[in-house]
Every structure is written in structure tokens, then in C-alpha cells.
């Protein structure tokens, strides 16, 4: 019962009873108006869905991982640092273990790319779950080969950008990421840096005011921000209201700003009021909240809701004006407004209406691409219309209790049912063939003669036959018609409407009297061989002596 209630996991969908599962991540289970279940699901795709240069790409990235290995977070050792470890030990720590060729090519059909693409399912075609983590440094590749239902991922695909991405960085462990800590002063010695390349003092708790006067100072800061704001134009469209307007000069930008101004004069409150009011008007701080528009704070929640926390993708697709700090800042800014508690309340509220899990049972309906035998039970070897003693396409048996129909039906390909089921989740077979585009080894295309027949492709027989009036505007219309140029220029559409057209105004200024035809005699093959030329009496007697090139299919004297 727990396999086949499903909530937020990696699951199989059936979509085509053909093609393998698609594998995705439900996010959402909803109830449509028909009473039906569709689940809201995250798309991740195999190295089958995307093109054959990200392939490559892909590869160059299994090679760097296969290098690194589980090296479990160490650096590698010099033979300075640590002359005593032994090589081989060190290899066997920090590589992963040598796989076959056959390893690796169904290591291929484990590894999946996220995306972060969504799309809507029907969740009848859940066909079961399965188990989908991040590849990380310490993992070993073949251990993935001996679990069931059980793949990786480590590239980030988009399919409209058509690119991959790496979807983690690499564990900064070692010397090279360490702070250098400089030695111990000694007693008595004194430090000769210079303090202000260092460091930047911004406020000095040991100052000559006190609290209750750093206190008034600030008051007077918010109501020199409350008066900028109402001299400001904008200020005032965005805060029509005096209450707005003091609650935007109460926020830390403007306490930050007269902390400053305190710091920088040397917390003399006379300097300090005179640098907050200069002579051209009150100073107006203002922080991300007030500097984006009502526009672009709704740009920023649909980005919000598209990507998550990756600030990084919302700045270049939905804000590429702003700057990743700006998007940052206004981020945790907008965490503090009634705003994000609304949609807080109302997506716990959305929750709270939606199913939290699903019953699916398991689906035993047969698969249509059973090959069974007319009128004999399901499992029986052979097929109407299969050749008898056909072998899996995947590992070459020739006993199996089902036999499933693959490939494009002209070839009239089978699998076993291990081999169907492995091709169903993991998108390939055991073996690589032909048929997947890896040639490795002798393919079982080649061992057979029967078979290769099959490769080819179905030609369908045509003639085609013209009408009498298309023969004759070929003849009458030759001028317009320009066979000669047309056969230089395939792709140029000729208007034979027109042609006809055309024909049919010159046809009653031909001439009414019907042309005689004369018939030649043809001459016989010796005579003609003897007009060319080729004189062969002296060297066979007959017809046999006649030189090869003549009488083949393709000679003129044929064609005469």
C-alpha cells in the first residue's frame, strides 16, 4: 500500500506504451472539475531527450567526476607534505573504481538532468516511484548500477536555452580556502600595520555622548527624512499620506545615514544637524524599498514564485537592470511588509485545500506492444507475423516467458521481459547495438543475413503518367517551358496551369495537316558496328566478336 500512495516523489509517468518512462518530481496534486487527478510535476530528462553537442558536454563532465572521485572532502597530498603515503593507496582513495565498457554505458541511463520546467500530468499514468539524489564528490558511480529504481543527477538542462549547468559548487576544503593568520606578537612589540587599510571604523561606543542625546538626534533624523519626503515629487506620488511617509523615513537606511553623519563629525550634535540639513535642502535617504516601482516588485514576485531563492536567475530573466546586491536587499526588505505575510497566509491556505498524497494502484493492464501467438495464451514464444528464433535485441537470449515488440516495426525487433522492463526506466538497453546509435562490437545485425534485410527501408512502388495534353505542351510550349534550364534548377516550381494555358491558345495555329510518320527499318547490330567504325570480322567470328562496352545496357548503341 505505501508504493502506491503517492505525495511529493520521484515517480515514473507512462505517456507513450513504446517509448521508456518519463521520470519526474510531483509539487502539487490537484483536483480538476471532473473529479480526476493531475499532478503539477518538475520534468527531468534523459541524455536521450537532449542533442548530441550537450551529450558531448555531458561526457567531458562524467570524465571530471570519474577523476575526482570520492575524495571525501581531502586535498591530495604532495610528496613534500606527506613523503609516507603510499601511490596506490591514494589512488584507490581519491578515484572511482575502473568500470567496464558495458558499466558505462548503463551508467549513461542513470544519470538524468533537472530542470526547471513544469508540466501537468494525469496521475493515472503514474507507473511507480522512483529514487533521484544530487551526485556528489563522495558518491561512487557503480553503486548506482546495483540499486533498482535509482539514478543522479549533477547538470541543470534548459530546454529553451537548449544549455547545461552545473547545479552545485565544489566543497572549498583545503589550504588554498583558509584565511592566512599571521604569527603571535610578541610581549612588548608593537604592530606596525596600518589599521586603516584594514579596517573602516563606522561608530566608536566609546564616544562623549550619551545614550538619551544619540537618542534625540535620531528623532531628528526621521523628521528631517518625514520633511525631505514631502519636498520630494516622487516621494510624494509613491507616499501620499503623512503616515506613509514617516514610516519609509523610520527605516534603517535613514538611522544608518545619521549614525554616519555622527561618526563623521566627530559626535559634535551642532556639525551633525548642519550636515543633515545643508543649505540646498534636507538630505532624503532612501533604501530598495522606496527605489523600486510597484511594477517592478510585481516582476519580482512572479520571479519569486518561478525560480524560488535564485537570485541569480531572477536579476538575468526578469530584472537584468537591477544589480544582484539591489535584488538581494530588496529581497529581505520585501520579507518585512504585509505583502509577503497575504501571501504567506494565502499559499498555507492554498495547502491546506490541496491533497497531500494520492492512491494510484498498480497498473496491470497488458502492454499493446505484446507480441502474442493468435489464439494461444499470453507469454508463448513467436508471433504472427515475427520471424521465428529471433533473439533480444539486448542480451541476445532466445527464451524469455514474454516478448515485447521494439524498435520501428519493419524490423520486427523483440526484447525480453527483463530487457523491456530495463528499457521502460532506464531508456536503453543492457547492450549497446545499432539501433542506439553505439556501435561496439559485432551488433546482431551482422550475424545473421536474413536480418540485414530488414534494415532497409520500405519503398513504395509508383508510376507516374502524364495526360496527353501535358506531353504535347512539352513539345509546343518549349520556349516558355525551358526543360534544359529547368532540369539545372530542381528547386525552381514550374507553373504548369500556366504552360497549359498557354498550349491551349497555341495549339489551333498548328498546322492541321497530321504529320506522316515514316517508318526506318532498324538496322541490324553488326551493320551499325560497322558504321561506327568498329570493324571486329577479323577478330571472332559472329556476333560474339563485338567489343563488351557495346552491348552493355548503358552504351549508345543500345540507346539507338
Partial sequence: LHQSVYRADYVYFENSSSNPYLIRRIEELNKTANGNVEAKVVCLFRRRDISGNLNTLADSNARVLESIGPTLGKEQPSTEQAPLVAEDEFEEESK???????????????????????????????????????????????????????????????????????????IRVGSKYQAEIPDKLAEGESDNRVQEKLETKVWDPNNQLKDPQIDQFL????????????????????????????????????????????????????????????????????????????????????????????????????????SLASVVQFYYMWKTTDRYIQQKRLKAAEADSKLKQVYIPTYTKPNPNQIM????????????????????????????????????????????????????????????????????????????????????????????????????????????????????????????????????????????TPTKSKLVPRQSLATIVKDLGKNTSDDLPGSSSLNPSLLHPSSSVIGC
Avoid at 516601482?293 to 525560480?307: D, I, T, V
Avoid at 523483440?414 to 547492450?431: D, E, F, Q
Avoid at 545499432?434 to 532497409?456: C, D, H, I
Fill in 96 to 170: 572511482q573504481p575502473t568500470l567496464s565498457e558495458q558499466q558505462k554505458h548503463q551508467l549513461k541511463h542513470r544519470e538524468l538532468f533537472l530542470s526547471r520546467q513544469f508540466e501537468s500530468l494525469p496521475a493515472t499514468h503514474i507507473r511507480g516511484k522512483c529514487n533521484v539524489t544530487l551526485l556528489n564528490e563522495t558518491d561512487v558511480l557503480a553503486g548506482y548500477l546495483d540499486k533498482e529504481d535509482c539514478f543522479f543527477y549533477s547538470l541543470v538542462f534548459d530546454p529553451v536555452q537548449k544549455t547545461l549547468l552545473a547545479d552545485q559548487g565544489e
Fill in 219 to 322: 528623532v531628528v533624523a526621521r523628521a528631517v527624512g518625514t520633511f525631505a519626503r514631502a519636498l520630494d515629487c516622487s516621494s510624494s506620488i509613491r507616499q501620499p499620506s503623512l503616515h506613509m511617509s514617516a514610516a519609509a523615513a523610520s527605516r534603517d537606511i535613514t538611522l544608518f545615514h545619521a549614525m554616519d553623519t555622527l561618526q563623521k563629525n566627530n559626535y559634535d550634535l551642532a556639525k551633525a544637524m548642519s550636515t543633515l540639513v545643508p543649505q540646498g535642502g534636507p538630505v532624503l535617504c532612501r533604501d530598495e524599498m522606496e527605489e523600486w516601482s510597484a511594477s517592478e516588485a510585481m516582476l519580482f514576485e512572479e520571479a519569486l514564485e518561478k525560480y524560488g531563492k535564485d537570485f541569480n536567475d531572477i536579476r538575468q530573466d526578469f530584472l537584468p537592470w537591477k
Fill in 373 to 512: 501467438v493468435p489464439g494461444s495464451k499470453p507469454g508463448m514464444n513467436g508471433a504472427a507475423g515475427f520471424q521465428k528464433g529471433l533473439s533480444c535485441e539486448s542480451c541476445h537470449t532466445a527464451q524469455s516467458p514474454q516478448w515485447y515488440a521494439w524498435g520501428p516495426p519493419n524490423m520486427q525487433c523483440r526484447l525480453c521481459a527483463s530487457c523491456w522492463i530495463y528499457w521502460k526506466k532506464y531508456g536503453g538497453l543492457k547492450t549497446p547495438t545499432q539501433l542506439e546509435g553505439e556501435v561496439q562490437g559485432m551488433s546482431p545485425f551482422t550475424r545473421n543475413e536474413g536480418r540485414a534485410k530488414l534494415l532497409a527501408k520500405n519503398r513504395q512502388t509508383f508510376i507516374l503518367q502524364t495526360t496527353k495534353l501535358t506531353r504535347i505542351a512539352r513539345r509546343v510550349c518549349e520556349d516558355i517551358l525551358q526543360p534544359r534550364r529547368a532540369a539545372r534548377r530542381p528547386y525552381a516550381s514550374i507553373n504548369a496551369n500556366a504552360v497549359k494555358a498557354e498550349c491551349m491558345i497555341r495549339l489551333p495555329k498548328a498546322t492541321k
